[in-house]
Each structure stands twice: as structure tokens, then as C-alpha cells.
């Protein structure tokens, strides 16, 4: 009967899995043959000789599937599965690291642990959320509106009088009810007639779906 010297496995010289692997081959034994003998997919045990542990299935299956495939080979190094399990946890760890990748995917979000993937769910829906709030802030609030002549409580001889001033881009500007252009700033300028005493003028500044925001200026006209 063979003895079998009971040593850890460097991490540092080879892989678990290249490690295996070379002891197959030593022995002449085709992959296929172990995976009908010992009933595990040729492709798991494909993916544990090359370390690509993604391709495993998760849980507890992948470290039973390395036991018998080691026990298979009559591998007895005493801390070979727990070497094993740590080097799977390490590499999924990496690839899951969302500092590791320039564009986050719905793959690595789902293998994060609970904790770290609730978190940034967490952060993306808050992110989604805060840009909606704005976004629809910028379109329901009432359009800026600034008058820059006539001031307020201002005395005129003349009936007339040049009302001026700028909005936002693509807003409708309404002065007394009567649908005034603005250019591509934003800015307007009308000429209103006026009566003898006081005049009220109302400029409004809407948006399509935003609230209405308006200026009203008195106007004295005292004759000559």
C-alpha cells in the first residue's frame, strides 16, 4: 500500500487546479473517465483544472465536486480542499470587484455578497431617483423670468411704453394675454400702449409642463 505524506499545497509554486491536473496527467488518466466514474460533469472538472472557477456551480457543489475528484486520484494532502476553497473564494472575490472593471455588469453585481450587492443596489436606485427628482424639478418649476424695463411704480408722459426683458430659452412669454417672440436666449422686447392713469402689466414666462411664473409692473402715464 502507497503513503501518501500528508503536506499543504503552495499557492505561490501552482494552482490547485494545474496541481491536480499534473497529477492526472502523471497517471495517464483521461478527464472524461473520471467524470463517467464519479458522475460530475466533464466541465466542471475542465473548469476546476483551469481555475475557472465562475464556471462552477455555487454553493457547496463545486467543493464536493473537487472531493471526489481528488479522492478519485488518491490525493491526501491534508489541507488540499480547504487550499481549494480559498483560492475559489480569492479569484470569484477579484472577478466580482467592481474597482477591477471599468463598466459594472448585472453578472458580477449578482455574485457580490448580500450585503455589498444591497448597497449598491441601495446607491444605484438613490443615484436614479435623485437624477429623476431634478429632472422633473427642471420641468414642472416655473421658467426664470427677469424684467429689465420698466421698473415697478414707474411715471410716464408717454402712452407707450418698451417692456423688456429675458426667460428661458424655449419658453412662451405672455404680456397682458398677447403672445410676445423671444429670441434663441431667451430675451423679448415689445412695445405696449398704455392709457391715461394707472396701467397694470402682466408679463407671464410658462414652459410646456412647468408652472406659470409672472411679473406685474404699475404703470403711472400722466399727461402732459
Known sequence: MTNFVKRSVSLDQDS????????????GILLEDIAKDINVNTKYLEA???GNYKELPKGVYSKIFFKKYIEYLGIRHKNIINDFVKEQSRNQNFESNI??????????LLSLPAIVRASLIFLIVLVCLLYLFFYFKNIFLPPFLEISYPQNNQIVNDFSVDVSGC???ESEVKINGQLILIDKDGC????????????NIVINSKKKYSQENYIIRQILVEEK
Do not use: A, C, D
Not at 99 to 108: G, L, P, R, S
Open 188 to 199: 423679448f422686447s415689445k412695445n405696449i400702449y398704455l392709457k391715461s392713469g394707472i396701467n
Open 99 to 108: 474597482f477591477f472593471n471599468k463598466v459594472v455588469n448585472w453578472k458580477n
Open 48 to 50: 476546476i483544472e483551469k
Open 167 to 169: 426667460t428661458e430659452p
Open 16 to 27: 490547485i487546479g494545474n496541481y491536480v491536473k499534473k497529477i492526472r496527467e502523471k497517471r
